[in-house]
DNA sequence: GAAATTGGTTACAAAAGTATAACTATTTAT
DNA sequence: ATAAATAGTTATACTTTTGTAACCAATTTC
C-alpha cells in the first residue's frame, strides 16, 4: 500500500497535526461550557479509567503534565469526590490515585454532555464509515498509546 | 463488525477522548520548545496549507478560536512574513489570508522539528502497524473534518 | 437613505496550562 | 550514619487561550 517510508510518515504525521486542533474543538470547548472541571482533570480520569491506579508522577508522566499541575487537578476531583489518595505501604513517598465510584458514575456522565455534539456528529454517517470510523480510531489509539507513553519511569523522571 | 450502534459510537468517542491528551503531549510541547509561535498560530497553518486561503472569520469558525484570537495570531504570523492579507475586492469588510512561499518552507520545516519526537517513535514501528497506522489516520482525518468543520458559515456566526 | 447586520480589530479580564525553585518527607546508596 | 535521590507539595511568575464588550468600516435590508 505503500511503497516509502518516509513519506507515509509524513503523512501520519500531518494528519495527526491536524487531527489535534479537531479534537480541541469539539472536546475542550463543551468540557469547559458543561462541566465545572478543566480539560486537564478530564484527561486524569481519562487515564484512571483505563490504567486503574496510578500514582502522581505516573499521571504527569503519561499526560505529559507537570507535577505542579498534577497536584493542583487532582486536588480538584478530590474535592469532588472523584477519586482518592491511597498511600502505598511499601513507599510511604508516593501517592496513589484511584477513581471512586461516584467518580466513575460522574465521569461517565460528564463524558455523554461532553460528547453530545460531537456523537450528533457521528450519527449521521452511514454505516459504512461509522464502521471505518469505529476501526480506524481503535487502531489509532491503540498504535499511539503503545508508542507514545513511556512506560519506563525512568525517561519521566524530569517533569 | 459492530452490531449495535450506540455502543460502538461510545467507543469512538472515548477513543477520542483518550487520543486527545496523547496528541497534545507531542505536539504541544514540542511546538513550545522549537518554535517561537504559538500551537494556536500553527494550527492555523495546517488549515492554510490545506484551504489555501481562508478569511479572519473561517479560520476562526474551523479551529472554533474566538476571532479576537485569530487577529492576533494572524498578527503574530505576518510579523514573520508566514501569512500575507488579501483584501477582497467584492466585499471589502473580509480580510483574507494565505501562506507566503516563507511560509510553506517555514511551515514544512516547523513541522519536521515539531514531529522529531513522535517521528522517531513512529519509526520503530513494523511494517504492517505503520501501515495501519497509515491508512487509519487518513481515515479519522477524512471522516472527522468531514463532520467536525461547520462548512455552513452560518453556524460561526457567534464565534 | 436610515437602520440593521456583518467582518474585523482593539482592549481588557479571566481561565487554563507551563516552568521553576524551594521545600518536606521518605527512601536508597555509599 | 551521612549523603544523594525520589515523590510530592507549595508558591510564584509566565504564556496561551478564552470570553466580553465596545468599536469601525463596509454591506445589506427595508
Redesign the pocket.
Known amino acids: 500500500m505503500i511503497n516509502n517510508e518516509t513519506v507515509s510518515i509524513d503523512r501520519i504525521i500531518e494528519n495527526l497535526i491536524y487531527l489535534h486542533p479537531l479534537l480541541?474543538k469539539s472536546l475542550?470547548?463543551s468540557i469547559?461550557?458543561k462541566t465545572n472541571l478543566?480539560?486537564?482533570s478530564l484527561y486524569i480520569l481519562g487515564m484512571l479509567s483505563k490504567h486503574e491506579i496510578l500514582?502522581?508522577?505516573e499521571i504527569g508522566c503519561k499526560l505529559s503534565?507537570?507535577?505542579?499541575?498534577?497536584?493542583g487537578?487532582?486536588?480538584k476531583l478530590i474535592t469532588e469526590e472523584m477519586v482518592e489518595r491511597l498511600f502505598d505501604p511499601n513507599?510511604?513517598?508516593?501517592?496513589?490515585i484511584r477513581m471512586t465510584e461516584k467518580g466513575k458514575e460522574d465521569f461517565k456522565a460528564i463524558k455523554l454532555e461532553v460528547s453530545q455534539d460531537m456523537r450528533q456528529r457521528i450519527e449521521k454517517l452511514n454505516d459504512e464509515k461509522l464502521n471505518a470510523l469505529y476501526d480506524s480510531t481503535q487502531v489509532v489509539r491503540d498504535i499511539l498509546s503503545d508508542i507514545m507513553i513511556d512506560t519506563k519511569?525512568t525517561l519521566c523522571?524530569k517533569i
Open positions: 480541541s475542550t470547548r469547559r461550557s478543566n480539560p486537564g500514582s502522581m508522577s503534565m507537570p507535577k505542579p499541575h498534577v497536584t487537578q487532582v486536588d513507599d510511604r513517598r508516593i501517592v496513589n519511569m523522571t
